[in-house]
């Protein structure tokens, strides 16, 4: 049983963080936990490369090379925002913005939020899969409002709203694509078993899973954030606790867009015709153009970087649309680096405010003359996301492109100035704060360096060399989603 | 598919119950006391968790019973009580919402109807159950309850529209499949419920920085920033 204690720790840390209430070392152990639950995540995916796909407990969890790196890079990033919101989470209390009751509330749903993100990517079971992704924006919810602020206030709102409607017609397309599936597999919970699913995929009555597709993305796309679904996500992003910030982006989009694609593929096996593929292309180059041109009036550098993970999450949905074994190895690489560039600009944005006070870009300035190694960070992070070689968001959007090229041309143009564009204004906008005069600052308590760099270190790994295992399993996830 | 009990008059009176759930969405449309929303809210649970006592008399299939007294025991006991308790402890059971143009709404609904009935008639004729007829009507709900939320700017109202899509889709499961699994089920019962908790805590964190549960206050977040 590998996947106990992968699920079991952090529904445990929860538990116990609820329990304790908010002591001094509540964020350690939060950050502790997290690295455990990281490290038995590893050997999961251990098992999962040596031994192939493993279905376990009565076929309720199935674990292949599509999700296997989902689930560590989740748990990894967990763990890395743990460490990172300890910190954060000190010197906010410090400016007098949180308190012991919010703190505590704060770890507790912080580990429900990846228990709940785990559940989701281990799951066999596509009910399941649905109901775990309503109970990490329930998970959340709470926390985007946790400055009591006005504004926070509403962004949890619109949060709490739009997702609940999102995913309610999620869980239509879910109902529609067990309808067709029970008539082949008879009644029962194994209709809606992926493995078993996957199989008479061929057989599932056309008609019926194309209303259930177009159900299911724009369901799961309203988390994506992909355009024209995507208005909570700057909002979310921009007036909750950075930490959670860096989580949505780099967990939450993730685990939304791999429900999307599992259904995907089930849906391409029945219709034999490329409209699933058709409307994620339309849909992803939708957000990307959406996205780059809000970007154009952002002040707020929470809200930038939010607009940017719609493009991000774009650009990894039109791959996925365009097919091929090239394009999804793309799609699966460039959501694996951009979760890893996105939360640790996130970690870097965060920390930047609190030297300012503010999250407005002109009353950030002088980042590397204030605080050296955090402005670099900032700096090499943006160079990361704009798709700087030798980062790993080079290597993806490259491969993205050149596939876009050949299969559809005529979308060639919209990506490429759509990306420019996002170039021009993150570029001077991040210039303008990371550049100019400063005076040295002392902080209230020492910024979280090490998961910054850390990230930042993993994305030019990636972009200079993709381990094999890893390889091997984004060629296998690639194979089965087609 | 064969049925547990044949019966013609059965059927009609699920269909019956159908009807009478997409007439509590639409009154739901038209109400505009937040207690009397309350009150259409635990019918159309009553209704829905009758329906479903039916089908599962009709089909013999004994999750369904299970199902129905859960929903009997959530959609009409439990949530609308919540639903009552905090209105009365936020001191807004005397509520009237304007709403804008009800006749207008209303023609939209019709329309909302025929829609959800035409993109049911393939997946009817795919289907087996013998209350297929009413997919037609569980998708009609569920978009209705989302106009209820639109034309809604008080966040009590915007709930109880969303509670009410749920029961459309629980509605649309029953009668195209014969409900979902049952864990499945008691999963997404589970998330209901804390989601019901959860926006009670909200409630009071809207009228603590607010002062109001109106939404219309909230104006804040809208998207035209200056240029830099």
């Not at chain 1, 939304?256 to 339309?282: F, I, N, Q, T």
């Not at chain 1, 774009?314 to 799609?331: C, D, R």
């Not at chain 1, 998961?451 to 200079?464: E, R, T």
Request: glycine share 8%.
């Amino acid at each position: 049983m590998l996947i106990l204690p992968v699920l079991g720790f952090p529904l445990f840390s929860a538990i116990i963080l609820a329990f304790t209430g908010h002591r001094s070392w509540a964020s350690r152990v939060n950050g502790a936990l997290s690295f455990v639950t990281f490290i038995a995540s590893l050997f999961l995916a251990r098992k999962v490369l040596t031994g192939g796909p493993i279905l376990l407990a009565n076929e309720t969890f199935y674990v292949d090379s599509f999700n296997v790196f989902l689930i560590s890079l989740t748990a990894f990033v967990g763990f890395t925002t743990a460490l990172f919101s300890g910190p954060y989470m000190k010197i906010e209390e410090k400016k007098g913005k949180v308190n012991p009751k919010v703190l505590r509330l704060y770890h507790s749903a912080y580990q429900v939020f990846l228990f709940t993100m785990l559940l989701a990517l281990l799951s066999n079971n596509l009910g399941i899969l649905w109901v775990a992704i309503e109970g990490a924006t329930l998970a959340t919810v709470l926390l985007v409002s946790l400055y009591r602020t006005r504004a926070s206030i509403e962004a949890a709102w619109k949060y709490f709203i739009l997702c609940g409607v999102g995913i309610s017609q999620a869980l239509f397309g879910t109902i529609l694509l067990y309808f067709a599936a029970e008539k082949i597999l008879g009644p029962g919970g194994e209709s809606l078993l992926w493995t078993h699913l996957y199989q008479i995929r061929f057989q599932l009555e056309p008609t019926v899973l194309k209303i259930a597709f177009v159900f299911l993305l724009v369901g799961y796309g309203t988390k994506v954030g992909l355009a024209p679904l995507h208005n909570w996500l700057p909002d979310a992003h921009a007036e909750g606790p950075t930490p959670i910030s860096a989580v949505l982006s780099g967990l939450l989009l993730n685990v939304a867009l791999y429900a999307l694609v599992r259904c995907k593929v089930l849906v391409d096996g029945a219709l034999h015709s490329p409209l699933a593929s058709e409307m994620m292309m339309g849909f992803g180059l939708l957000s990307i153009v959406i996205a780059v041109f809000s970007m154009l009036r952002r002040k707020d550098v929470k809200r930038l970087f939010a607009y940017s993970s719609i493009e991000h999450m774009g650009i990894a949905t039109f791959a996925f649309g365009l097919g091929g074994a090239l394009a999804t190895f793309a799609a699966l690489l460039h959501m694996t680096v951009h979760s890893l560039t996105k939360s640790s600009i996130f970690f870097s944005v965060g920390h930047a405010t609190q030297i300012s006070g503010t999250q407005q870009i002109p009353e950030i300035r002088g980042l590397i003359a204030r605080v050296p190694r955090l402005g670099w960070g900032l700096l090499l992070g943006s160079f990361a996301i704009l798709g700087m070689p030798p980062f790993g968001v080079f290597a993806s959007e490259f491969i993205v492109l050149s596939v876009a090229m050949k299969q559809s041309p005529w979308t060639t143009p919209i990506l490429l100035v759509s990306l420019a564009v996002a170039f021009g204004v993150i570029f001077f906008r991040v210039g303008g704060m990371v550049l100019g005069k400063g005076e040295k600052n002392t902080m209230e308590h020492p910024p979280a360096l090490f998961p910054i760099f850390l990230h930042l270190g993993l994305v030019l790994l990636l972009g200079l060399f993709i381990p094999p295992f890893l390889a091997h399993w984004y060629e296998q996830a690639a194979l089965l989603i087609g | 598919m064969t049925l547990a009990h044949e019966s013609p008059f059965g059927i009609e009176m699920v269909n019956l119950l159908g009807a009478f759930i997409l007439l509590v969405a639409f009154a739901m449309l038209a109400s505009r006391r937040t207690l009397s929303l309350i009150r259409l809210f635990a019918f159309q649970g009553f209704f829905l968790s009758a329906s479903i006592f039916l089908v599962a008399f009709l089909s013999g299939e004994t999750n369904l019973y299970y199902s129905a007294f859960f929903t009997l025991g959530l959609k009409v006991v439990l949530l609308p009580w919540i639903l009552r308790d905090l209105t009365r402890r936020l001191g807004i059971s005397q509520d009237i919402e304007a709403l804008v143009n009800v006749p207008v709404t209303m023609i939209i609904g019709i329309g909302i109807v025929v829609f959800s009935f035409s993109l049911a008639s393939p997946i009817l004729e795919a289907a087996s159950t013998v209350t297929r007829s009413l997919i037609g009507v569980g998708l009609a709900c569920v978009l209705l309850s989302f106009l209820v939320m639109i034309t809604r700017k008080k966040a009590m109202t915007q709930i109880i529209g969303f509670l009410a899509m749920e029961n459309g889709l629980l509605f649309s499961a029953t009668n195209a499949t014969y409900g979902m699994p049952m864990v499945v089920e008691l999963a997404i019962a589970l998330d209901v419920l804390i989601g019901a908790i959860i926006f009670g805590i909200f409630f009071f964190q809207i009228r603590e920085t607010f002062e109001s549960l109106d939404l219309k206050y909230f104006e804040k977040l809208k998207e035209d920033e200056e240029s830099c």
